[in-house]
């Protein structure tokens, strides 16, 4: 158990729709991360919070958005869901920002979302 | 742009012998590369990490070797437990764009017993 908690596991909804994944990061990380897993793809990067400020983006469409509140954790909103958003999305955390050295990004177990 | 090349989608390996996992890269920016372990149904999980300072480091039976020249970085595990079956991922980040970690399509691992 990596503490890194991401709720729903399994979700599965129309084309058109719109979700939201939530993520816990472990006690006392202030990093969030979220990655895409595609079949055939390795995990793809999408977007980095640190203590609620957005840090990074990656391949994150327009579509998609997220925030990370007060209390630390984070929430993944897809709108306008296609058949090919279909995919593993994991949460991660960290303590500090970034991948330096000592810096341990946790990952969750994902939220499987499948996309009809 | 794969940017993060594993090119073996999977490696087996007699358990007790070496498994060596391979990893290339392109951008020559990437300064922190580190590999991570997948069980299914879990996510990934830290495994071994090297600064481009360092060709070398080792951690148990984990070591993983750098080769900047040549963009291309191995993990070695010696020796295979069946244990270690896994998808294991290589990733890379660069500190000048943020530290996004960039990970590889990650390579299928079965230790036979």
């Known amino acids: 158990d990596s503490g890194v908690t991401q709720t729903p596991k399994h979700l599965i909804t129309a084309t058109g729709q719109r979700v939201t994944l939530r993520c816990s990061p472990r006690?006392?990380?202030?990093?969030v991360y979220w990655y895409q897993q595609s079949l055939d793809q390795g995990l793809q990067f999408l977007i980095h919070y640190y203590n609620g400020e957005e840090r990074a983006k990656g391949n994150i469409l327009e579509r998609f958005s997220a925030q990370q509140f007060p209390d630390l954790h984070s929430e993944l909103n897809l709108s306008s869901l296609e058949l090919g958003d279909s995919a593993l999305y994991f949460c991660?955390?960290?303590?500090?920002?970034?991948?330096?050295?000592?810096?341990?990004?946790?990952f969750g177990e994902g939220s499987w979302l499948t996309v009809v | 742009d794969q940017q993060v090349k594993q090119n073996s989608p999977s490696l087996s390996v007699q358990e007790g012998r070496i498994s060596i996992l391979n990893c290339d890269y392109t951008?020559?920016?990437?300064?922190?590369f580190l590999w991570y372990k997948k069980y299914p149904a879990e996510g990934p999980t830290f495994l071994i990490s090297i600064s481009s300072i360092k060709d070398k480091n080792e951690d148990g039976r984990f070591t993983v070797f750098l080769n900047k020249s040549a963009k291309h970085l191995s993990l070695h595990i010696v020796p295979s437990q069946p244990g270690d079956s896994a998808v294991y991922f290589c990733a890379a980040s660069a500190l000048l764009t943020g530290n996004k970690l960039v990970f590889g399509a990650g390579t299928i691992l079965r230790v036979k017993s």
């Open positions: 006690s006392g990380d202030l990093s």
């Open positions: 951008n020559s920016m990437f300064d922190y």
């Open positions: 991660a955390s960290s303590v500090a920002s970034g991948t330096i050295s000592g810096n341990t990004i946790y």
